[in-house]
């Protein structure tokens, strides 16, 4: 990554996920959180999948191009994740959670 001559990013991960965020939300109108695993079940093999859901907690239907191209795009902003679990992409908060902590955290 380039760096400004103090010595700082060019461009800080925190407003990476931020922009990612904004992006999203423009591009999956009423999306809350987005779901990311490489478990697509229409696949045998690892592959990117997204689920999308709204404040309410409801799942927004997405076409296989748009879904697959969010989960995409959250994969390469955070490479060093945990991919074998799946993960939550809080748009709002611009954070990624992994799926279970996301559960134990709502007492499920």
Do not use: Y
């Not at 999956?28 to 999948?49: C, E, F, K, M, Y």
Request: glycine share 4%; aromatic share 4%; net charge positive.
């Amino acid at each position: 990554m380039l760096a400004m001559p103090s010595g700082t990013p060019a461009c800080p991960e925190d407003d990476r996920q931020h922009r990612l965020a904004a992006q999203l939300a423009d591009m999956i109108p009423g999306a809350a959180t987005i779901r990311v695993s490489l478990n697509d079940p229409q696949h045998a093999w690892p592959h990117p999948h997204a689920i999308v859901k709204d404040e309410a907690g409801e799942t927004l239907k997405l076409g296989r191009n748009r879904a697959r191209s969010a989960a995409r795009w959250i994969l390469r902003v955070w490479p060093k994740a945990d991919w074998t679990r799946p993960h939550v992409f809080d748009l709002a908060h611009a954070n990624l959670t992994r799926s279970d902590a996301t559960a134990a955290d709502r007492g499920c």
